[in-house]
């Protein structure tokens, strides 16, 4: 059910896309503003992202295969990547209309309809965007929250062009226009590298966040009675998936039985405090103990 809501909000989220590609196109033909072009080209970088989303989204709940036995759920972190790259390309684009709007500046037409087609769309955006945020935490999908961070960005920039054309219409300045355009692309370069920098983390396998760590060592303290230490405990993150392995130290005169039953009490337990986990335990006799891990309580 919830990787049908998943799949839902990703396609959804191609919809609204396009309606808002929509609206902004049109009060950028409204008004001739660079500002409102800049926007409108970010949300052509919305469409595709949305569409790389949904990929991603569906590959990475196919179920692990012989060719990909840990599953692919990576697939999600190259999504996000492409959303990154896709930003910045964005960012060059509208780098390019701000300079020759710089150099041959004009004022821009239909200030009030142009103003309030954006700020329609603007709406529709800062909505869907607490959306994404809210159902990428939830689904702990890193293509629907990269989606909606971005989107975000895309939120702010667009209240910030809006405040400046209204300057812009007040103070005849023209050329304004254009260095609104140029810190939209500011904004939405550091949003891309953002993005990008949290997905290379997923891919190189980054552990899962300090307190987890601490909630699966506690766990595993608690509930190896009978172990003697259990230690080289390794987490990773793979989109939503949870990877932990780590070597368990028993009696040399434990029975395999006694010592499996241990490893299924560790593993039902970190299921309970974990969401979708994978655990590799390896059992280890006495004289394997270290003295460094953790002490089984």
């Known amino acids: 059910m919830a990787a049908n809501r998943t799949l839902a909000i990703a396609a959804s989220s191609i919809v609204v896309g396009l309606i808002v590609l929509g609206l902004k196109f049109l009060a950028w033909w409204l008004t001739g503003s660079i500002a409102l ?44 990547v492409l959303v990154g790259v896709m930003i910045i390309v964005a ?85 304004l226009d254009a260095i609104l355009a140029v810190l939209v692309a500011l904004n939405i370069l550091w949003s891309g590298w953002g993005v990008i920098r949290d997905s290379v983390g997923g891919l190189m396998d980054v552990a899962v966040p300090e307190d987890t760590q601490k909630v699966i060592r506690e766990v595993i303290s608690v509930n190896a009675d009978g172990a003697i230490e259990a230690h080289d405990v390794r987490t990773r993150q793979a989109g939503k998936m949870t990877f932990i392995d780590f070597h368990l130290v028993v009696p040399g005169t434990m029975s395999v039985d006694a010592a499996h039953t241990i490893c299924d009490t560790i593993e039902a337990k970190l299921r309970e405090a974990v969401r979708d986990v994978q655990i590799t335990i390896h059992v280890e006799p006495e004289e394997k103990a270290k003295h460094a891990g953790i002490v089984v309580l």
Do not use: C
């Not at 919305?46 to 759920?73: C, K």
């Not at 890193?142 to 219409?169: C, E």
């Open 37 to 80: 072009y800049s926007d409108a080209l970010e949300s052509i970088v919305n469409v595709v992202t949305a569409v790389a989303a949904l990929i991603a989204v569906r590959l990475a709940q196919r179920p692990a295969d012989a060719s990909l036995p840990y599953g692919y759920h990576k697939a999600e972190y190259f999504s996000a």
């Open 91 to 175: 960012a060059i684009l509208i780098l390019r209309e701000a300079v020759n709007g710089f150099i041959a500046p004009e004022m821009p037409d239909a200030p009030v309809q142009g103003l309030a087609v954006s700020g329609v769309a603007t709406a529709i955006n800062l909505v869907w965007a607490l959306v994404l945020r809210r159902q990428g935490r939830i689904a702990r999908s890193p293509a629907i929250a990269a989606d909606g961070k971005h989107l975000m960005t895309d939120v702010i920039s667009t209240f910030g062009v809006l405040a400046g054309l209204a300057l812009v219409y007040l103070t005849s300045w023209a050329r």
